[in-house]
């Protein structure tokens, strides 16, 4: 019998990882282009390995495969993305490994389904709870985000935010994020509460900037 030739399917099916190394190695050495293709190809159902990793729980085919190109957020033609996969099936370590490798958590299908959603649709509590709690994490870290980026843009920011002002944010933002670093096994009500504290203290200073930019400037008579 002469030997299977390892596909990027097999490998993921098999959770060959080496498998799927020396096959990505040969098609770069090769051809770089036929490289990227593999990584695109199709099953069956219209389907490609990443999905396969995803929804059989192959988190190290999954790095290797995201490492080497892979859209960690591809989408198929009804919009569920690997996020979305993983949760049907009810791979939890998959589907941290996905939000590890920032993956989408908004990412919505063609029923206007987040991964969550999903989750909680197929019953799989676990991968529900953990989404939940990775979604509610999330919202924290972009809005310390959003307020850093805003205080540091000179138009917004230092132009004409006083220094007070200014500092409350920074420190504010800067507290939020110590206690995401500092904080275990955090709860989801818990960040929820950071986040509402840290709205309750800059939203206010960021309206007002709003409203001065929107303020249209009176033309001073000679």
């Not at 985000?145 to 007070?164: F, H, P, S």
Request: aromatic share 4%; charged share 30%.
């Amino acid at each position: 019998q002469g030997v299977v030739e390892k596909t990027i399917f097999s490998c993921a099916l098999e959770d060959d990882v080496e498998g799927l190394k020396s096959l990505l190695e040969s098609k770069s050495d090769s051809d770089n282009e036929q490289s990227r293709n593999i990584l695109w190809e199709k099953d069956e159902v219209g389907r490609s390995a990443l999905f396969t990793a995803c929804m059989l729980g192959r988190s190290c085919i999954l790095r290797e495969l995201v490492k080497n190109g892979a859209d960690v957020n591809e989408l198929t033609l009804r919009g569920y993305s690997p996020l979305h996969s993983s949760a049907m099936w009810g791979q939890l370590d998959t589907l941290k490994t996905l939000v590890e490798l920032n993956a989408d958590l908004q990412a919505t299908n063609f029923l206007g389904e987040k991964a969550v959603d999903v989750a909680r649709r197929y019953c799989k509590p676990d991968c529900e709870e953990y989404l939940a709690w990775a979604e509610a994490k999330q919202n924290l870290q972009a809005l310390i985000n959003r307020v850093k980026e805003t205080i540091a843009d000179v138009e917004k920011g230092q132009g004409k935010l006083n220094k007070a002002d200014k500092n409350i944010c920074i420190n504010t933002c800067s507290a939020k994020s110590d206690w995401i670093q500092s904080t275990k096994n955090a709860t989801i009500q818990e960040f929820i509460e950071q986040k509402n504290h840290l709205e309750s203290v800059v939203e206010p200073i960021l309206l007002s900037l709003n409203t001065m930019s929107e303020t249209p400037t009176k033309t001073r008579k000679n």
